[in-house]
C-alpha cells in the first residue's frame, strides 16, 4: 500500500510570482547589453543630464518586486530557495545561448558574425549578474526577514523599501562592474567602458531601480493583501 502522502499543490500566486520573477531575470539577461540613453530636463551628479541605464535596469528591478511579494507571504526560506534555484537558470540561460552561437549556421538566417555580436555581449552580462545577483537577492531576503522579525511582522513598507534600497546598490555596482569592466577586460567579449561610464551607469540604473523601489511598495501591499483576504475567505469556507 502507497504510504506517501499528496504533497500540496501550488497556489496560482506563488506560479506567478515563481514565473514573474524567472521571467524578469532572463529577460534581464538578454536585455542588458544595450545601454539606453535618456536626457533629463535638469542635471544630476556624474551623470549630469544625460541619464544612462542597462536595458534590463526595469526587468531586473522587477525581480526584486516579485522576491519581497514571496518572502512575505511564504517566508525567509522558500524565498532562498526560489532565489538559489533562479540562480542556477542563469548558467542554463549561458549555455543555451552559446549552444546556439557555435552551432552551424544557415546562409538564410541572421548573420552568425551579428547574433554573436548581440548575444555573445550576454556572456558579461551573465557572468556580472551571476555574482551580482547571489550576492544581492540573498541580502534581500536576510534584511527583509530581520526587518520583519524586529518590527513584530509590521511595517512591511519599511522592510521592502530598505531591504531592496540596499540590495539594489550592491547589485548595481557589483553587476555594472563586471560586465561592463572586468568581464570585457578578462574574456575579451563586449565593450569595455572606461571609469566615467561605469561611474555614470551605476548611479543611472540605481536612481531608475530606487525609483521603481519606492513605487513597487504600494504594489506590495496590495498583492500581499490581496492574497491574503483570499485565503481569510477560504479557511472561513472550510467547514470544521
Not at 551607469?201 to 496590495?222: E, N
Amino acid at each position: 500500500m502507497d504510504q506517501t502522502q499528496p504533497r500540496a499543490t501550488p497556489t496560482v500566486t506563488q506560479v506567478a510570482l515563481i514565473g514573474l520573477f524567472v521571467t524578469a531575470l532572463v529577460t534581464a539577461q538578454l536585455t542588458a547589453s544595450k545601454i539606453l540613453l535618456f536626457e533629463l530636463p535638469f542635471a544630476i551628479p556624474v551623470t549630469g543630464t544625460d541619464l544612462l541605464l542597462p536595458g534590463a535596469a526595469l526587468a531586473y528591478a522587477l525581480t526584486f518586486f516579485a522576491s519581497d511579494c514571496y518572502s512575505e507571504l511564504y517566508g525567509r526560506k522558500a524565498a532562498q530557495i526560489v532565489v538559489n534555484v533562479a540562480f542556477a537558470m542563469n548558467a542554463v540561460v549561458l549555455v543555451l545561448v552559446w549552444s546556439t552561437i557555435t552551432a552551424p549556421a544557415s546562409p538564410t538566417g541572421v548573420d552568425p558574425t551579428t547574433f554573436e555580436t548581440v548575444l555573445g555581449a550576454s556572456t558579461n552580462i551573465v557572468a556580472g549578474s551571476l555574482l551580482a545577483y547571489v550576492v544581492s537577492q540573498n541580502w534581500d531576503v536576510v534584511v527583509f526577514h530581520r526587518i520583519r522579525e524586529y518590527t513584530d511582522g509590521d511595517a512591511l513598507w519599511l522592510r521592502n523599501l530598505a531591504s531592496t534600497a540596499s540590495s539594489q546598490a550592491i547589485d548595481t555596482v557589483i553587476f555594472v562592474t563586471v560586465a561592463f569592466w572586468v568581464a570585457p577586460q578578462v574574456l575579451g567579449v563586449g565593450f569595455q567602458m572606461g571609469a566615467s561610464g561605469l561611474a555614470a551607469l551605476i548611479v543611472g540604473q540605481y536612481l531608475l531601480k530606487l525609483a521603481i523601489a519606492i513605487l513597487d511598495t504600494p504594489l506590495v501591499y496590495a498583492v500581499v493583501g490581496f492574497v491574503r483576504s483570499r485565503e481569510a475567505t477560504r479557511d472561513e469556507s472550510v467547514p470544521a
